[in-house]
């Protein structure tokens, strides 16, 4: 991919000067200035769809076993009313309020008023005070990177409790997990809220929001880049990967617990489930400060997508398999364990190490070695909104030159280890290989479309030579 972060987008307007400027978005990067019929049918689908969907899984759980078919044959075959559903579904309680707020509450003050140490002692690691990519509109904007610290305290925290301590039971997320769901949801559309009625009348930086005059489409994509409150509590980099990833682990630690309480011990198949969802939770803290530098930054607004998305969406349906696992304790044999745990790591082994070429290439601006050799490269030139032309190189070795998105390749077989390990009883732990395919081949061709408006004929040339996306041979 491009040496350098793709950050050159076109100036952003205010509402009342939106002359629609985009002759120059060459490489546009971002939400839209105008939203289509296409993308807002999709936006209100999702707005309407999104919270049931989370809503009919928990449920399928709770009172069905985890089928995805019975709720609905249920209530066709007229055993059951819709009403006879919500009456069983459990109501958010005091503790499960009360249990949320101190869980974010602590996720704030770890954030913000415990600056980072690990980076003083870990070697490799980048933490502390780092630079993100420069804004639309210019701006350059500091980041305390701390979330590695706050995964360990938490979960330090979390064994300290379960081993010596005994102030609440290991297996209270599971216990409270439908009333944590409706608190969930409440600050997920409170924030999501409270980010579009600041983006309207007091943003962190005016130029760099952006408003189609449409409600729904700016409420779910986001009218401003980076809100913040004061200097370092920036919405997005919190929101993104705390509470909700923090969180993910925690959950299916308490998952393991509760099938311990109700089976008598902790299958593999759970193991497995835990081991390689961690490894990809501590990726993502290990490389927080990289993280700076991804679409999620870089490009996303700050709306409802990524506000009840990551507060609700994000630790309710990516933790599906551990929940599973609770009404289906699967034993694995050894083989097959063997077979999952293999894939797991040699997708994270291909996501990891493609991202590592490729920031090494950034960062050396070509000068380095991909698998022993001096890499080989496309020169292209682009032209910026502001009419000035920059020079880049794309990347065409190492996992480069076998696919154009290897890296997401390797996620998703990760994500399909994580779903084998449930055996093959039932549907429902298939949806999250299911979602993220759907989800990277959406953003693969997004990202394309992106890269072929910028780099014109030298995307095409980048093609020719790297001809398959996802699969070689294949996609």
């Given at each position: 991919m491009a040496t350098k972060s793709l950050h050159d987008g076109p100036q952003t307007r205010s509402p009342g000067s939106i002359a629609h400027s985009r002759a120059a978005t060459q490489g546009q990067w971002g939400r839209a200035w105008e939203?289509?019929?296409?993308?807002?049918?999709?936006?209100?689908?999702?707005?309407?769809?999104?919270?049931?969907?989370?809503?009919?899984?928990?449920?399928?759980?709770?009172?069905?076993?985890?089928?995805?078919?019975?709720?609905?044959?249920?209530v066709a075959t007229g055993h059951a009313r819709l009403s006879d559903i919500w009456a069983r579904t459990p109501s958010v309680t005091k503790e499960a309020a009360q249990l949320y707020i101190l869980w974010v509450t602590f996720?704030?003050?770890?954030?913000?008023?415990?600056?980072?140490?690990?980076?003083?002692?870990?070697?490799?690691?980048?933490?502390?005070?780092?630079?993100?990519?420069?804004t639309p509109a210019g701006?350059?904007?500091?980041?305390?990177?701390?979330?590695?610290?706050?995964?360990?305290?938490?979960?330090?925290?979390?064994?300290?409790?379960?081993?010596?301590?005994?102030?609440?039971?290991?297996?209270?997320?599971?216990?409270?997990?439908?009333?944590?769901?409706?608190?969930a949801n409440g600050l997920g559309y409170a924030v999501s809220t409270f980010a579009m009625i600041k983006g309207y009348f007091f943003p962190t930086c005016a130029e760099d929001c952006k408003f189609t005059g449409n409600f729904f489409y700016n409420y779910m994509m986001g009218v401003?880049?980076?809100?913040?409150?004061?200097?370092?509590?920036?919405?997005?980099?919190?929101?993104?990967?705390?509470?909700?990833?923090?969180?993910?682990?925690?959950?299916?630690?308490?998952?393991?617990?509760?099938?311990?309480?109700?089976?008598?011990?902790?299958?593999?198949?759970?193991?497995?489930?835990?081991?390689?969802?961690?490894?990809?939770?501590?990726?993502?803290?290990?490389?927080?400060?990289?993280?700076?530098?991804?679409i999620d930054i870089c490009h996303d607004h700050f709306g409802w997508y990524l506000g009840w998305g990551d507060c609700v969406w994000l630790p309710y349906l990516y933790t599906l398999q551990g929940l599973y696992l609770v009404y289906h304790p699967v034993q694995l044999s050894t083989p097959y364990a063997a077979g999952v745990l293999l894939l797991g790591l040699l997708g994270?082994?291909?996501?990891?190490?493609?991202?590592?070429?490729?920031?090494?290439?950034?960062?050396?601006?070509?000068?380095?070695?991909?698998?022993?050799?001096?890499?080989?490269?496309?020169?292209?030139?682009?032209?910026?909104?502001?009419?000035?032309?920059?020079?880049?190189?794309?990347?065409?070795?190492?996992?480069?030159?076998?696919?154009?998105?290897?890296?997401?390749?390797?996620?998703?077989?990760?994500?399909?280890?994580?779903?084998?390990?449930?055996?093959g009883g039932h549907l429902l732990p298939y949806f999250y290989v299911v979602y993220m395919a759907i989800l990277l081949t959406h953003r693969c061709l997004r990202d394309e479309h992106r890269c072929a408006n910028k780099y014109g004929r030298d995307w095409e040339r980048y093609t020719a030579a790297v001809p398959h996306r996802l699969l070689p041979g294949v996609f």
């Open positions: 939203a289509d019929c296409f993308s807002l049918a999709g936006v209100v689908c999702l707005l309407l769809f999104a919270p049931f969907l989370v809503y009919y899984f928990v449920l399928a759980c709770d009172q069905y076993s985890c089928s995805l078919t019975a709720p609905v044959l249920d996720q704030v003050l770890l954030y913000v008023a415990l600056p980072d140490f690990c980076h003083k002692f870990l070697p490799g690691y980048v933490g502390g005070v780092q630079e993100g990519a420069v701006v350059v904007n500091k980041y305390e990177i701390n979330g590695l610290q706050a995964w360990l305290i938490t979960h330090l925290v979390w064994l300290a409790n379960s081993h010596f301590l005994s102030w609440f039971s290991p297996t209270i997320i599971f216990d409270n997990w439908i009333p944590l769901l409706w608190c401003e880049f980076n809100p913040r409150i004061g200097k370092w509590f920036d919405f997005k980099l919190f929101f993104n990967g705390r509470p909700g990833i923090v969180a993910w682990t925690l959950i299916n630690l308490s998952f393991a617990a509760k099938q311990r309480e109700l089976h008598g011990q902790v299958t593999n198949a759970m193991v497995l489930v835990n081991v390689l969802q961690a490894i990809y939770v501590l990726d993502f803290f290990w490389n927080e400060a990289w993280y700076l530098k991804t994270y082994y291909i996501f990891r190490m493609a991202n590592h070429q490729k920031d090494l290439f950034r960062r050396t601006d070509g000068r380095c070695l991909i698998w022993g050799r001096k890499p080989k490269v496309i020169e292209c030139v682009y032209t910026s909104a502001d009419g000035q032309k920059h020079h880049s190189k794309l990347l065409v070795s190492g996992f480069w030159g076998v696919a154009r998105h290897l890296n997401y390749t390797g996620d998703l077989m990760g994500s399909l280890a994580y779903c084998l390990a449930c055996g």
